[in-house]
């Protein structure tokens, strides 16, 4: 057994998110966790919404807020939508508590203590109209590298370099396309080049990584630049120097303190849990295992920045220096990012309404199937397009046609004629195939699940699903009338639950809800699947923005979850007679789908 971080990116609280936002960080960290968890391993899951840079300052303004009143609005939708998608989270908090604020600022003296943090007078972009700095990401022109018309201030998405806003030809604001004006602004930058070599060797270790992850991060290294984390804004943590800790003027960078939340998460959770040392198990450990889910426009951070942070943190960068107040943390061990998921062949724009928001899709359709959607043919290493047709074609033919149906004609061919989970006789060729073949998936799927391979992994689920309805068909149990034939008939039965049950299983990291349902179809009690929470806390330190007032935190039990195995089903179970496990979309739902995007709703 490991101790298992998952470190899922920190969503904006600037407004909901959409269902391509989740494609990228939130189900697949919730099906790597959900499968480590089922494997025997110790996983600690954690996040929470970035409240702080001038995206929520612009969104507070166009509401008319405060930028802590938009944070609490949009904190509170981002964690009911997260709940309602069943994302497992053992801590999903914010950046504005107390405990952020103070270990920002610990990271940030370990980093200035040894040397890794130059101060520097530079040209920053403020906006004419509003007087306020404009962060790299908000500011767009054509690349002087490749010549890509849309990249932005800190990087090209195009050809991967690094950038400054100076660096852009013609740059614009994306929040009024205003020419920004630069000034001389003192501030405080990372020194990354300390930590190229550093960094070189440590990817060379990186087996099993994305291709797609390993290649954007060694065109990185070949060109590090010292990279801005202070700004000329109110609202964000302090910089924790004497001269600066009372400014009004000059806060971190909101990208400094966030990829430092999932530390700080790690030890609020700590801190909740009775144990405030707990954290330094998952973090600390050599042994332990750390992975990070997120979409591609986050590698960066990731597969670079954060590995220079806590080296620095260490003293392990070419400066040398000691560990920081906090101790020595593990690097990352992998860096799991997806590409991008699109809409009816056009990016996600909420600006521009094309978008489906998560709580909109819920309300109309099962959970499950927007999981399934996002397992089976998300964007896990190429960009992918979301299409209705394809939603509905998959949630009918697959999920209702294929697994949905397998488990009701069982269930139902059984009630009906024994009342309860019949015993099994002897064993033909073809009963004992199909066995072994749900048992070999265990060690199939958990493998690639594992790996950061879901598309693969469901992928040999469902083929077991579609080698138990083979088995169904071609046995035809309903034709076996008659005592003579009742043996043979409950043998089928019973090797058809079971193969049901073995399937219930596998899929239970992609569909822990229909999986719970399945569960007690099948004479199940208790917690099968087991689903996240939302708690009201109260801030630990009441220093942070939030000051005394409460919050909703995700958390949840989930301790005693099936090992990841077949487990044989008991005869003798009572079985009634089943509900239907998905819902059947009507192929209008594409028109109705299609004309709402449209109309922008």
């Known amino acids: 057994m490991s101790h298992v971080l998952t470190a899922v990116a920190w969503p904006y609280a600037n407004g909901p998110r959409h269902i391509g936002h989740v494609s990228g960080f939130g189900v697949p960290a919730d ?13 600690l899951m954690v996040s929470g919404t970035d409240e702080h840079g001038t995206p929520i300052l612009v969104q507070a303004d166009n509401e008319g807020l405060t930028p802590i009143e938009a944070a609490d609005k949009y904190n509170r939708i981002i964690v009911e939508d997260l709940v309602a998608l069943g994302l497992s989270y053992d801590l999903f908090t914010r950046t504005t508590t107390g405990n952020h604020y103070a270990v920002v ?19 920053g972009a403020i906006s004419p109209s509003t007087g306020r700095t404009l962060p790299d990401r908000y500011i767009e022109g054509t690349c002087p590298i490749c010549g890509y018309d849309g990249a932005r201030g800190d990087q090209c998405d195009n050809c991967g370099n690094q950038l400054d806003p100076t660096d852009l030809i013609g740059p614009r604001s994306r929040i009024n396309g205003e020419t920004p004006k630069f000034v001389e602004e003192e501030h405080f930058f990372l020194d990354l080049p300390a930590f190229a070599e550093t960094l070189g060797t440590w990817l060379d270790t990186r087996d099993g990584w994305r291709p797609n992850v390993v290649r954007f991060t060694r065109n990185l290294l070949d060109d590090l630049k010292p990279r801005a984390i202070s700004r000329d804004l109110d ?4 910089v924790p120097l004497d001269g600066w800790r009372d400014r009004g003027d000059k806060r971190l960078y909101v990208w400094f303190d966030a990829v430092i939340g999932y530390l700080s998460a790690s030890i609020e959770w700590a801190r909740r849990s009775g144990d405030p040392e707990a954290w330094r198990q998952w973090w600390q450990d050599p042994q332990a295992l750390s992975y990070y889910f997120m979409g591609k426009d986050n590698i960066v951070f990731h597969s670079e920045i954060w590995p220079a942070m806590l080296l620095g943190n260490n003293g392990g960068g070419a400066k040398g220096g000691k560990p920081g107040a906090l101790g020595t943390m593990e690097l990352p061990t992998e860096v799991v990012s997806s590409e991008f998921l699109t809409m009816e062949g056009r990016k996600f724009s909420s600006s521009r309404r094309v978008v489906i928001y998560v709580r909109d899709f819920l309300a109309r359709y099962d959970a499950d199937a927007l999981r399934y959607f996002i397992a089976v043919a998300g964007p896990e290493t190429q960009d992918t397009d979301f299409t209705w047709a394809e939603f509905v074609r998959r949630n009918n033919d697959e999920l209702v046609a294929g697994w949905g149906n397998l488990v009701n004609r069982a269930v139902a061919m059984a009630a009906k004629n024994f009342g309860e989970i019949p015993a099994a006789a002897d064993l ?4 004992t195939a199909l066995l072994e073949t749900t048992r070999a998936a265990f060690t199939t799927v958990g493998d690639l699940i594992a790996r950061n391979r879901q598309k693969a992994a469901i ?11 083979k088995y169904v068909s071609e046995s035809e149990p309903w034709k076996l009338k008659g005592e003579e034939n009742k043996a043979r008939q409950g043998t089928i039965l019973h090797v058809t639950l079971q193969a049901v049950d073995d399937c219930k299983t596998l899929l239970a990291p992609f569909l822990p809800h229909s999986s719970q349902k399945i569960h007690e179809m099948l004479g199940g009690e208790g917690v099968f699947a087991p689903l996240p929470r939302i708690e009201e806390v109260d801030d630990l330190d009441g220093t942070g923005p939030i000051g005394t007032r409460g919050y909703p935190i995700i958390t949840g039990d989930y301790t005693g979850v099936p090992a990841w195995e077949s487990r044989p089903i008991h005869v003798g179970t009572p079985l009634a007679k089943p509900v239907p496990i998905f819902t059947k979309l009507d192929p209008s739902v594409v028109e109705e789908e299609l004309a709402r995007l449209e109309a922008g709703e």
């Open 105 to 123: 600022q610990e990271i940030f003296t370990a980093l200035h203590d040894n040397g890794y943090i130059l101060a520097k007078t530079t040209l």
């Open 428 to 431: 033909q060729p073809e009963d």
């Open 31 to 43: 099906v790597f966790s959900r499968y480590m968890r089922m494997a025997g391993h110790d996983v």
């Open 235 to 238: 609202w964000g943590v302090p």
């Open 459 to 469: 992928g040999e689920a469902m083929r077991a699903v579609a080698a138990a309805n």
